[in-house]
């Protein structure tokens, strides 16, 4: 009678188990994740950058304290941070802006959005790899004006966020203020109307994504007959 090897028998066993239980289950659908913050400031500039649109002023040295930053899975709240949280944005090219108000749309290169989730500098890093699209639109008879803005990129420069967040590409990027504060040019001769020199808004805004995927069971399968092929050649070898 051969001499059956009780090990080998036992790693058939166990490998024949995980390629039934990986058959069997279904990979698990994409996770909607979400980060809302409120205490946006923006500030537009018509003569930076061909007009600049940014959280905080393009020549501030620390970026734009916030109010409050939310962590949402598929619409469910998972933590809230209140201390220690910032924006830093900037949306260039988006000059003349009128009175009127009207769509614009940013240039789409070079340093885009990062949020500061703690003092240790963590959070997320974009920067923009298409023009974003901003909505300036009057109400009211002029009185309320809001600026609303949305983008999507795929250039995550990086992350390192709490509640075990971490978001694929693309990334959404939107946010809605209202003007509070603003100097204007009666009557610019470019375009034939009033436009803005300046503004400050306030309002909120969002980052979201798809979490980025888990290994499906067939990949941790294959990965795990190759840690066993690899572990019987070095017994083979002894």
Excluded: C
Aim: net charge negative.
């Amino acid at each position: 009678m051969g001499y059956r090897n009780p090990m080998k028998k036992h790693l058939l066993t166990s490998l024949t188990g995980l390629l039934l239980l990986a058959l069997t289950v279904a990979p698990a659908s994409a996770n909607l994740l979400s980060i809302q913050f409120s205490g946006l400031n923006l500030t537009y500039d018509h003569f930076a950058n061909g007009g600049t649109l940014a959280a905080p002023s393009p020549f501030a040295l620390s970026p734009d304290p916030l109010a409050t930053m939310n962590f949402f899975n598929n619409g469910s709240l998972v933590g809230t941070l209140t201390q220690d949280i910032a924006i830093g944005m900037s949306i260039g090219g988006l000059g003349p802006i009128t009175t009127s108000g009207g769509t614009y749309f940013g240039h789409g290169g070079g340093f885009g959005l990062r949020l500061y989730t703690n003092n240790a500098g963590d959070g997320i890093t974009l920067n923009w790899d298409s023009p974003v699209q901003v909505n300036v639109n009057p109400a009211n008879g002029g009185a309320e004006v809001s600026v609303l803005g949305s983008a999507s990129t795929s250039a995550i420069i990086g992350q390192s966020l709490p509640f075990g967040f971490e978001l694929d590409a693309p990334v959404q990027v939107s946010f809605s203020t209202q003007i509070s504060d603003f100097d204007i040019f009666p009557s610019n001769s470019s375009v034939g109307a009033d436009t803005y020199k300046r503004f400050e808004a306030f309002g909120t805004g969002e980052v979201s994504g798809n979490a980025s995927p888990i290994p499906e069971p067939l990949t941790l399968l294959t990965f795990g007959l190759g840690l066993a092929g690899l572990g019987a050649a070095r017994r083979k070898r002894k």
